[in-house]
């Protein structure tokens, strides 16, 4: 039996900064006695003459437009199609508009029910994971992704889950109350097989789950002497000795959702332990000063912003010579509190954007109440083209206030370059097209 499993993309074209999509490796893993096809619209084009016994699609908010597209093409095509993903879990009588089965939550359990279901003819319209399973049996088939153009970056996950459940994140809605993390010596086995010269990200939404869990982990990475990056909650910086160890323990970069400078943003968005550690600027100083690069996130459209908000934290994120940040307008997506919130107050330009054939990328999906929403989408774009202008891009990869590293300062270099670019491809672009 053939099986073909697919990434869409935001529409049909190429990305730079593609990495390899984990959950499809999982999912190939998970499916033995299949003949296993993958297609990652992010860098390649996907066939139109693919004929497979099944097709499965991972869909996030953002593709789903074009994933439905895709699927439809194979549904006329005679090809029966699976969707998983964020997406579906929380919409999956949307997804069965366009797939004869959605997987709700994690697949493991769930993914072999579905296939030998389907085996024996009897494909039921949904399969629900077990949000509370334990990940001894974590598995990655990452011979899919060979061949093709990555970043230089091996992905792995120690856990899944979030410990906080902020307004704009859905993290907690997808896991629920339960954060698990995987039996280290099935981790260390993987890493190990992994290229040694690259560096390796931690896809953990928190690698910050309790301290016992991140301190194991550090320990057993110690001796691996390996670099790493990780996504981790900003009250790590509480515990110098914490910092510590994860420099001793290989790791390079962090990103931290420092998320808004004005303190009612962070109590409307469930976050005000974000300032717990302190100043943001001496979080900062505090990693630097162990040689740890920092990704910030920034999200505006909360009630406390307006266009002068947005100016003042980038000047923060300058002269804070953050390595790499985001600037997101606020988005709300299905399963998060925001989305139903702004859509009980009616604030939301268009309920279904993702759906919608006139939604462009970097428009504003609702009304905030400091700014117009084109101020907020003219905002955010103009943020994000002032700190990714070619000087900024120099002048913080060459004079960072970090000890020097030859390592830290490339990858500063490329993630910018590989930013920058991606910003001017996405920005306007229309969903799915």
Known sequence: MKLTLIRPNLGDYRSSDAMPPLALGILAARAPGWEISFFDEKVEVLPTDDAPDLVALSVETFTARRAYAVADAYRQRGVPVVMGGYHPTFLPDEALEHADAVVIGDAEGAW?????????????????????????????????????????????????????????????????????????????????????????????????????????????????????????????????????????????????????????????????????????????????????????????????????????????????????ANFNALTPTPGSALYDRLLDEGRLISPTWWLDPAYRYGDSIFEPRGMSASELAEGVFAARKRFYSWRSIASRAMLSEASFSAFRMTMTLVANVISRREIFKKHNRLLGE
């Not at 993987?190 to 040694?196: H, K, N, R, V, Y």
């Not at 162990?290 to 934290?313: K, L, M, N, P, Q």
């Open 112 to 324: 072999e029910r579905l296939l030998d279901d389907f085996l024996h003819r009897r494909l039921q319209p949904r399969y629900r994971g077990d949000r509370t399973a334990p990940l001894g049996d974590y598995r990655v088939s990452r011979e899919i992704f060979w061949g093709k153009r990555y970043a230089p970056v091996e992905l792995v996950q120690y856990g899944r889950g979030c410990r906080f459940a902020c307004d704009f994140c859905s993290i907690h809605s997808f896991y629920g109350n339960s954060v698990r993390v995987r039996p280290l010596h099935g981790l260390l086995v993987e890493i190990e097989a992994l290229p040694s010269q690259r560096l390796l990200f931690f896809v953990d939404d928190n690698l910050f789950s309790n301290e016992a869990d991140l301190l194991a982990l550090l320990d057993a990475m110690r001796p691996l002497k390996r670099r790493w990056s990780c996504q981790i909650s900003i009250d790590v910086a509480r515990n110098p000795r914490l910092l510590d160890r994860m420099a001793e323990a290989g790791c390079r970069f962090v990103l931290i959702g420092f998320e808004s400078l004005h303190p009612d943003n962070l109590k409307q968005m469930a976050k005000p332990w974000n300032k717990v550690s302190g100043a943001y600027r001496d979080v900062v100083r505090s990693l630097h000063a162990r040689g740890i690069g920092i990704y910030g996130t920034f999200v505006f459209g909360y009630d406390a912003d307006t266009s002068d908000t947005i100016e003042r934290t980038v000047d923060f994120a300058l002269e804070a010579q953050l390595e790499i």
